[in-house]
């Protein structure tokens, strides 16, 4: 596996393409149970604004406008938004897709709740990048507005880090997997090889920076949230310091 990928991998490389939902299938099955889960983190009501941050194909705005809210779901993917549009087409919704950098939101005040789910906080290449992120998200919620954030918590995932592995698709895809932990960025490197029933290979790179509880506490503080409950699962179990998540409840600062 080479040394890094590029630093804008998520956006150049083609990771989040119809590989991605070929792999990751199962993952599109969890949104609904996890919308479900967020609207009771947050004490979400029909009818209030709420922000998917990274939505990437809709699997939660989606659900989370058929619970009455008013949705709006941002991401830098074009083929994701294009895959949530086609699946508000056929299945039902009324949420709304906008493309745009989550370190830049084109957005006013106007947002009661806020969510980032599925692990893309971390994607960029220096913490600042992340931080920005975090404080465009205070800026878009009203003074009070809540904000969900769910990432891979550090500990958990190095404690029972598996550096290759490998699976097979209901078509005969196989993907190879590998993964690098790099101490002294703070990052996991990843490389996928899909190979196709045709022998033909495509390979993704990409690369996550982890963090741990403390950190996101004291980042969502900086960024001028409160931190109001942590969570282990979005389904609110307890934190522990090898949870394979961490789900932060935050408030904006008035």
């Given at each position: 596996m080479s040394e890094s990928p590029h630093l804008d991998w998520y956006e150049s490389g083609g990771y989040y393409g119809p590989d991605y939902l070929a792999i990751f299938a199962d993952e599109a099955e969890s949104g609904s149970s996890e919308a479900d889960r967020a609207v009771r983190l947050l004490g979400l009501t029909p009818g209030q604004r709420v922000l998917d941050i990274a939505c990437g194909y809709g699997r939660h705005a989606l659900q989370l406008a058929r619970q009455g809210l008013r949705v709006v779901g941002l991401d830098l993917s074009e083929y994701f938004l294009g895959v949530a549009k086609e699946r508000m087409s056929k299945d039902g919704g009324s949420a709304h897709f906008v493309r745009g950098d989550m370190r830049i939101l084109p957005f006013g005040t106007v947002f009661d709740a806020a969510v980032c789910l599925g692990g893309?906080?971390?994607?960029?290449?220096?913490?600042?990048?992340?931080?920005?992120?975090?404080?465009e998200t205070g800026q878009a919620l009203k003074p009070g507005g809540k904000f969900l954030l769910d990432v891979a918590n550090r500990d958990g995932i190095l404690s029972r880090f598996i550096g290759k592995d490998w699976n097979e698709l209901p078509d005969g895809t196989v993907a190879l997997h590998e993964r690098r932990w790099d101490s002294l960025q703070g990052r996991?490197?990843?490389?996928?090889?899909?190979?196709?029933?045709d022998g033909r290979k495509r390979e993704y790179q990409h690369s996550m920076r982890l963090y741990g509880a403390p950190e996101i506490s004291s980042m969502l503080s900086r960024a001028g949230f409160d931190v109001l409950a942590l969570y282990g699962s979005l389904a609110g179990s307890a934190f522990g310091w090898d949870s394979p998540r961490v789900n932060v409840v935050a408030q904006r600062i008035g």
């Open positions: 893309s906080f971390g994607q960029f290449a220096t913490e600042d990048e992340d931080l920005a992120l975090l404080r996991v490197e990843g490389r996928d090889v899909v190979i196709g029933t």
